[in-house]
C-alpha cells in the first residue's frame, strides 16, 4: 500500500514538474500573446478611424464606402495580430496563411455572385453614376434612387413601387440618369391640318414659350416643321428647363397650345383614312376577262 502512494505521488511530481516546466518555457510566449491581442485591438481601432477621418475628408467619397473600407482595415490589422500571435507558439504562420488563401478562394467562389455585387457596389460609390434623390433607368426599371447599398440599391417608382436591384445589373448596363444635369431640352410636337397657317401656328407657340418664366431664355426656344404626316404637318416648339420644371412645364405647355391652337382656329386633326366603294349593282369583271386585259397589256 506503500509502494502504491510513493508511485502515485511520484507521477504527481512528474507531472507538475511538466506542468511547470512549460509554464515557464511558455510564460513569456503567452504574456507577449496577451500584449499582441490587446495592442492589436488599440492598433485595429486607430487604424479604422484614421482611415474614417481621411476619407470623410474627401467630400465626394460615399459615407457607405468610407464606413465599409475603415471596417476591411481594421479587420485587416486583427488578422495579422492573429498570426503573429499564433508564430510566438511556435506555429508556422506560412501554413496558415496557406489556409487562409486557400479558404478565401473557397468562400469566393461559393459567394461568386454576392461578391461581384459587393465590387459593383463599391464601383457605384465610386464612379457615382447616381445618387441619392436622382431619377435613371437602367435594365428597364426606373425610378428614384433610395438608398445605395454594397449588395444593391433601393428606388422607387413613380407609382409608388419599391424596387431593390441587385448591383450589378446596374453596374453591368447602361443607366440613363434624368436628374444629374441642371437641364433638360425639350421637343413639343403638335400637328395641324394641311389647310392650317404654319406660320399663325409656330408664332402661337413661340408666344407661348416666351410668356412662361420656366423656360430658359440663354437657350433660345425654336419652331420648326418636323414632319408632313398623313393626316397632318407636325410643327415642332424646342425649348431648354431647368431639369426640376421639365416635367410640369411639358404638361403645361401642352395643354397651352392646345387651348391657345382653339383660339386662333387651328386645327389639330386626328389620323384620318378615306374609304372607297363600289355600288352594289356595279358590274365587275369576270375573272376570265380580268386576265385576258392583263395579258393583252
Known sequence: MEFKTETITTAAQAAWAEVSAFAVSYAFSILGAIILIIAGFIVANMVEKWVRRTLEHFRSFDATLTSFLSQVARYAVLVLVGVTVLAQFGVQTASIIAALGAASIAIGLALQGTLQNVAAGIMLLVLKPFRVGEFVEASGISGTIQAIGLFATEMKTVDGLYILAPNSSLWNTSVTNYSRNSRRRNDLVIGIGYGDDID??????????????????????????????????????????????????????????????????????????????????????????????????
Do not use: C, N
Not at 412662361?212 to 424646342?238: F, H, M
Not at 425649348?239 to 397651352?256: E, P, V
Open 200 to 297: 399663325l401656328a409656330q408664332q402661337t407657340m413661340m408666344d407661348l414659350a416666351a410668356a412662361d418664366e420656366r423656360i430658359l431664355k440663354d437657350q433660345e426656344p425654336v419652331t420648326y416643321v418636323s414632319e408632313l404626316g398623313d393626316s397632318a404637318v407636325a410643327v415642332t416648339l424646342r425649348y431648354w428647363t431647368s431639369t426640376a420644371d421639365w416635367w410640369q412645364t411639358r404638361l403645361d405647355m401642352t395643354k397651352a397650345a392646345k387651348q391657345a391652337f382653339d383660339e386662333k382656329g387651328i386645327s389639330i386633326p386626328f389620323p384620318q383614312r378615306d374609304v372607297h366603294y363600289l355600288p352594289l349593282d356595279s358590274k365587275k369583271p369576270a375573272s376570265g376577262d380580268a386576265t385576258k386585259a392583263l395579258a393583252k397589256d
